[in-house]
Structure formats: structure tokens, C-alpha cells
């Protein structure tokens, strides 16, 4: 199987180092299509997300190719990023994605964000013409195989996803505090997602929007919107604060922080690059989580639930090497 991958993740990365390679949407159709470029490259899907960022790369005529260097090279990363890249190639490759569309990898063991990041990464890639036959089959085979394992196992993860996981933390404080009120800033898929969250636990949330008249706004049952550049303000009237945004610019800075009479119990930063000045967690009295150590508190054994995972995961691979045999025999008479 000529496809090699060059990844960045929280096991090899500190989160300050992951930072450099939080792509958004643009920067990654850039980098896709200077990879493209390459002579021996047939086709690239790049993944990127919180805790990872992969660039799987189809070859097209070459036996041979770093793509440590290709990825890198394409991202403009010095050579002290690169020591923290892992390579995995062939039949590795395909288990290795499978088992992370799953949710195996993940830092919070069997998360439902990653299959939908996996099936934006894949489409992406189709979208802008960088992608070919074999990563193409390659990825909806790890996709349908992930919707497989979900609906036909029952994880016994602490939680399926980093908002669940985030909601989970301060769930015992919610039921104790009467009337705990929640801000969250961002109105993303995870923002979202966290505000359904806290409302069932019984809290009274608030979410911040950019364009608080447009009707297109999806606004979560229950919450009550405030514009972002008003956030500052409700924060000393707060319990939790959250935030999950796209942005690369600090939305919550130690200094917003330090001016509240009043300040939050609990701060929780779900992006990459993030979101609140980390030094906010040297305040006495609040307690500070950030991706990296969010996904600390959700560690457990979860060897069963693997076993049984990756007993699903060996069918799927073989009908996916049947696949590619076949088409390789196929180009190899043309």
C-alpha cells in the first residue's frame, strides 16, 4: 500500500507545540495544494484538530518519500517541530486510522468529535481536487467502520466527547450551587454543544455570538446570547466560563480576569490554539483546564472496550485490502 503519514499529536506534542500546527480551513486547502505539487504525490488528506494534526499522503509513482519533509516543508515547520512528528506507512497506516475514527487515539477514549473531523478531513481534501481513488477508499472505509463500532458497542468511556467531559467536571458543582451560571464563548459545533450540556445539568447559560442579529445564529434551546465583545462583562457574574472558539487571538486574557470582584470558579479552555491566557490557572481560587489536562481527568482502563473495537476493525481492513488488491491488479494490466 504506497500511503504514508507524517502526524503531530498530544503524545508527541505539548499543547504549545500543537499550537503551530492548529490549522483553520484556509490554511489547510493551502498546504493540500502545495503538497499536490509534489511530483511523487497522488493525492493528500490532512487532518487537523485539537490533539492532532496528520497528513496522509498517496504516492504516486515513487516507492520512497519522506513525508515528514513533504508535510513539513508545505507548513513552513523548522526542523525543531519536525522532531516531534511520528511516520506510519502501509497496512500500520490503515489500522492506525481506522482505530482513530473509533476514537482509540483520542485523548478522551471513544470521543464522537473525531469521526465527524475525519469525514470533514476527507471532504475537504475531495473538494479541492487533493485527494485520489486510494485515500478516498481508504477514508470512507475508517468512517463506515467507525459508525459500525458506535452503534454496535457500548463505550464505557467517562465521557464520548471534550464537552461531555468538560460538562462532567463541574457537574457535582452544578448540582450543589443553586442558580450556577455558565458563560460560554463560542458558538461552534463544541460551544454549541456545551451549552445542551450544561443546560440538562440544570444550568443557566449564557453564549456569546460575533453577529448577534443574523438569523442563521444557531442558538442552543435554553441559552440567552450576548454579543463577544460584551463577554467581559458578565464574567465576575459567572460560576464557569468556558471557551471553544476557531479564533487565533486570546478571547479571555489574565487582565479581564484579574479586574472581576468576583471570578469564576471554573475555567475551561477547549481550543487549540487556546483560547484563555493560561496564566489565569496561578489565581487563587479557580480551578484551570485546558485540552490537555481536561483530557487527564478522563484516563481509565478501557483495554475491554478496545478488544472488542478492534475485532471490528480487522473486518473492515479486509475488505478495504481486497479493494486495493484488486484495483492494484487492475492498473497493472492497463
Known sequence: MNIIMA?????SASLELREKVGFNKNQIRDILAKINKEACVSGVVLISTCNRTEAYISLSHCEEADPVEIFCNAANL??????????????????????????????IFGEDQILTQVKEAMLIAIDEGASDAALNTLFRCAITCAKKVKTQLVLNAVSPSVAGQSVQLVSEYIEKKAGC???????????????????????EVHITTR??????????????????????????????????????????????????????????????????????????GILYYNIDSLGETARKDNSKEISAMKSLIAEHIENFNKWYDQRKRLMAVK
Not at 522532531?83 to 485523548?107: N, P, Q, T, W
Not at 458563560?183 to 444550568?203: D, F, H, M, Q, S
Open 7 to 11: 502526524g503531530v499529536d498530544y503524545r
Open 78 to 107: 523548522d526542523d525543531d517541530m519536525k522532531k516531534c512528528f511520528y511516520v506510519k506507512k502501509g497496512e500500520d497506516l490503515a489500522v492506525y486510522l481506522f482505530e482513530l475514527a473509533c476514537g482509540i487515539h483520542s485523548m
Open 181 to 203: 451560571k455558565a458563560l460560554v464563548i463560542g458558538n461552534g459545533v463544541v460551544g454549541r454543544k456545551v451549552c445542551e450540556e450544561l443546560i440538562a445539568k440544570g444550568c
Open 211 to 284: 453577529t448577534h442579529n443574523n438569523k442563521s445564529i444557531i442558538v442552543p434551546t435554553g441559552c440567552k446570547v450576548i454579543p463577544y465583545h460584551d463577554r467581559e462583562s458578565l464574567i465576575p457574574y459567572v460560576d464557569i466560563l468556558i471557551s471553544a472558539t476557531s479564533s487565533p487571538h486570546q478571547t479571555v486574557t489574565i487582565d479581564m480576569i484579574d479586574r472581576c470582584a468576583n471570578k469564576p470558579k471554573y475555567i475551561i479552555d477547549l481550543a487549540v490554539p487556546r483560547d484563555i491566557d493560561p496564566e489565569v490557572g496561578k489565581i487563587n
